[in-house]
């Protein structure tokens, strides 16, 4: 339908602003919820990064590897009971068959080259085989992720009112260990030093070192990962944006398309509606998707926003830009020796050293690649398979690209990164490109919006990772009638929790909603 000016009548219970992760899942249940519910989205489909694209005979997906909080329909786990149980999406999964492989490249007798598997008892038993000695260590981290887990479930389960009295006495570990870093835990546990190297491969899932990162975060990822194993849609991440999109309008919700939100509207500092590009639209609580910066920078006055919360957002850091490779292989995984799904390529596994090489271009990029007929063997045609190679950057190192350079840029990092992989692993694979694609975070930018092209939202400073967020969700809220959703939510970046960020600010609005109606 044409839309304009008359959306000037149309008012809603709520507006979703942005369909990615969160966006989509804030927006079902609502609509769930009852609540009239209308979505906007600056592009032509869902999903923003959870998506997919086409280049001849192979369809990519743009940035989903592996999602941690699935599990099977016997064990599931709160992804799944988001999606199957509560707003009643199905899609079709398939399991990820190996935890990561392990590939380091320049320290010498010290490399390593190893897999590791899912299942607790599984990863315990290869650390040891790898590391002996290192069972007694494990064991007491694996204790420690089975505490945090409670105790993350007791703080979310609060709505942000967590006890005091009842942290201390019933999850005293938590409280002991879960606002330090993982670097300083770990030691704590006197774990061999290789057993940490080992163990910490999933820190660039996060984008930070494991000097910085939050323990808490990190262990309640590892655990995830372990007991209920890593899962991917088999239609690409679009599949489930799509069902998504599916169930809000079957649920009575809205969805406009092509239809960028400008402003928000206040009045006596309270939210009115939204400005887009069809019009103005009527509600008085709103859940943004997107950066926390164009909200309070671009789309309200700066009358309207406290000084507090420009200071907050000012103090926060742009988290991590992605780079990706993306390869259509006219060969099958196993003519080209492509054994394993998951790879972690690093030059080193001192995590400190990999992400200050991250700030700007070197000649070993650090990688996240996958081979993704490994986990789903009908995703390309028969006789090929498709391969994603991912690095990090920490800064905005391609902002600074002169356009001139632009596509040499990208063509000799991605050769970097397909050299690497080739001379590691043992595998020749550039001789059987049949098509290849690059996003850099100017892409990424281009199509989502987000500040920089950053995928991991703001970076998990320690003062500002999960566990405050979540503990803080009432006094962080100092906009009457505005929330946020996806990574800029309280249980930060990540396909998992951007999903789980959607329902929890979804809850918080409804709450807001009957408080305000008292």
Known sequence: MERGVETLEHAYDAVVIGAGN??????????????????????????????????????????LHELCDVGSEENPGEVRRLLQQTLGISVGWAAVPEAYRLLTIAEGKDNLDIVMPF????????????????????????????????????IGASGGKADSKVLMKEHANFLKCGGYSVSRVLKSLHMPKKAQRILCAYWCYVGISTDQLNFALFAAMLYKYLTKGAWIPKMRSHELSVALDARIRELGGEIWYNTRAEK?????????????SHGDVK????????????????????????ERQTRMVNARRIGARGFVVYLGLNKTADELGLTDYSYFIYESMDTIKEAKRADGFNDHPMQATVCLNRANPGCSPEGTCIMSFTTLYNTDVWGDVAPEDYVNKKREVAEKMIRDFEAHVGVSITPYIEEIEIA????????????????????????????????????????????????????????????????LTAKLTLADMKEAAK
């Open 22 to 63: 969160g966006g989509l899942t804030a927006a079902a249940t609502m609509a769930k919820a009852g609540k009239k519910v209308l979505l906007v989205e600056q592009h032509n489909l869902p999903g923003g990064f959870a998506s997919s694209f086409v280049r001849g005979r192979f369809e990519f997906e743009p940035s």
């Open 283 to 306: 509600t008085s609580h709103v859940i943004a998707c997107c950066s926390p910066n164009a909200v309070f920078g671009d789309m309200m006055d700066a009358s309207d926003v406290p």
């Open 440 to 503: 850099t975070p100017v892409t990424m930018a281009r199509y989502t919006l987000n500040p920089q092209g950053a995928m991991y939202s703001y970076s998990c400073a320690d003062w500002d990772t999960m566990l405050p967020r979540l503990m803080m969700l009432k006094e962080d809220q100092i906009v009457p009638g505005v929330r946020f959703a996806g990574g800029y939510g309280p249980r930060i970046y990540g396909y998992s929790s951007t999903y789980l960020n959607g329902e």
């Open 264 to 276: 928000i509207l206040t009045e006596n500092g309270r939210v009115t509606g939204v400005r887009t």
């Open 119 to 154: 299942g607790v008892k599984e990863y315990v038993d290869q650390m040891e085989a790898y590391v002996p000695g290192s069972r007694p260590s494990m064991e007491k981290f694996i204790k420690l992720c089975e505490g945090i887990m409670a105790a993350l479930a007791y």
